[in-house]
């Protein structure tokens, strides 16, 4: 793969642009619209439903799947892709927006961030 990211076309009166986004599990065109799977699912969707509309990103949350099911499940299961039981793209973002947001159930320092779990402390 020589690139990861190609810009197909710029916008001369906006800052709009689409481009291809090329990963190890698929191309993604964009602007792209990304379902949520914060827990590892989309709900309500199996991944055929997604495949049937042309889905090939989901989005997923790192501070829910680190809390439930954990890290040790998603290994013992061969990875994020295999536990989703999902072969296209996946978008997981950095929980950082987590630091705001749990503010009181979070201690930071410079070696980074811990978190007391919302769900059962």
Same mark, same amino acid.
């Given at each position: 793969?020589?690139?990861?990211?190609? +810009?197909?076309?710029?916008?001369?009166?906006?800052? @709009?642009? *689409?481009? !291809? +986004?090329?990963?190890?599990?698929?191309?993604? $065109?964009?602007? =792209?619209?990304?379902? =949520?799977?914060? !827990? @590892?699912? =989309?709900?309500?969707?199996?991944?055929? &439903?997604?495949?049937?509309?042309? #889905?090939?990103?989901?989005?997923?949350?790192?501070?829910?799947?680190?809390? *439930?099911?954990?890290?040790?499940?998603?290994?013992?299961?061969?990875?994020?892709?295999?536990?989703?039981?999902? &072969?296209? =793209? #996946?978008?997981? &973002?950095?929980?950082?927006? !987590? #630091?705001?947001?749990? @503010?009181?159930?979070?201690?930071?320092? $410079?070696?980074?961030?811990?978190?007391?779990?919302?769900? &059962?402390?």
């Amino acid at each position: 793969m020589d690139k990861s990211f190609i +810009l197909n076309k710029t916008s001369s009166r906006s800052l @709009a642009r *689409r481009g !291809q +986004l090329f990963t190890a599990h698929g191309k993604v $065109e964009t602007p =792209v619209f990304c379902p =949520v799977g914060s !827990q @590892a699912t =989309v709900k309500t969707l199996t991944p055929e &439903d997604l495949k049937s509309v042309n #889905i090939n990103m989901i989005l997923s949350n790192t501070y829910h799947l680190y809390l *439930r099911p954990g890290i040790p499940i998603i290994k013992e299961m061969g990875g994020l892709h295999k536990f989703m039981n999902w &072969d296209g =793209v #996946i978008l997981t &973002d950095s929980g950082g927006y !987590q #630091i705001f947001s749990l @503010a009181n159930l979070r201690k930071l320092d $410079e070696g980074g961030v811990s978190f007391r779990s919302h769900i &059962d402390g």
